[in-house]
Antibody, heavy 116, light 110 residues
Framework: QITLKESGPTLVKPTQTLTLTCTFS??????????VGWIRQPPGKALEWLAV???????RYSPSLKNRLNITKDTAKNQVVLTMTNVDPVDTATYFC????????WGQGTLVIVSS | QSALSQPASVSGSPGQSIAISCTGT?????????VSWYQQHPGKAPRLMIY???NRPSGISNRFSASKSGNTAFLTISGLQPEDEGDYHC??????????FGGGTKVSVL
């Protein structure tokens, strides 16, 4: 059974760095071809793709956010970590981690509120 | 990269068929057969309905079908049912080796 679960702070102050962790099970990021990514959704708005990390440690970022994002993996812990620097209230959103190119499995999402 | 363009809302009566469009560019929808569609109910995570333009994952009803023409992809829901209500999102791989989503379409069953 494949599961993903996001964890991290619910409330972050503007200008701070946000760190989110995706803990997954049922597959391994050492498997050739696999990847784990992050997608967010502001309240009442559209999905926005953020970043992906591949089994071979290749990484891709949203062009509009690449200067603020960093994605890493810990294959021993089955975790992927996304950090976002210099957060702003517009970064308030539910953040999802997803598996694969098709986003075939999603975590439940974690709501992050950016407010002073 | 700009978001893909979807209609804000589409509605239909039970049993009818509806279609949702997803328009991009030659750098995403038109350039790759890597278009996916997701269904999302309120407060829930999206669910993969279609991948690689027209393929249904296991467990997805054959009432859901999809296609692509040029820079526009389409999702068709046949035999509309009340449980089909929700938001539908398209996504596409892009020439930048990234992904892009559409603005989402709210489907209402009248």
């Amino acid at each position: 059974q494949i599961t993903l679960k996001e964890s991290g702070p619910t409330l972050v102050k503007p200008t701070q760095t946000l760190t989110l962790t995706c803990t997954f099970s049922g597959f391994s990021l050492t498997t050739s071809g696999l990847n784990v990514g992050w997608i967010r959704q502001p309240p009442g708005k559209a999905l926005e793709w953020l970043a992906v990390i591949y089994w071979d440690d290749d990484k891709r970022y949203s062009p509009s956010l690449k200067n603020r994002l960093n994605i890493t993996k810990d294959t021993a812990k089955n975790q992927v970590v996304l950090t976002m620097t210099n957060v702003d209230p517009v970064d308030t959103a539910t953040y999802f981690c997803v598996r694969g190119n098709w986003f075939d499995y999603w975590g439940q999402g974690t709501l992050v509120i950016v407010s002073s | 990269q700009s978001a893909l363009s979807q209609p804000a809302s589409v509605s239909g009566s039970p049993g009818q068929s509806i279609a949702i469009s997803c328009t991009g560019t030659s750098n995403d929808v038109g350039g790759y057969n890597f278009v996916s569609w997701y269904q999302q109910h309120p407060g829930k995570a999206p669910r993969l309905m279609i991948y690689d333009v027209r393929n249904r994952p296991s467990g997805i009803s054959n009432r859901f079908s999809a296609s692509k023409s040029g820079n526009t992809a389409f999702l068709t829901i046949s035999g509309l049912q009340p449980e089909d209500e929700g938001d539908y999102h398209c996504s596409s791989f892009t020439g930048n080796n990234t992904w892009v989503f559409g603005g989402g379409t709210k489907v209402s069953v009248l």
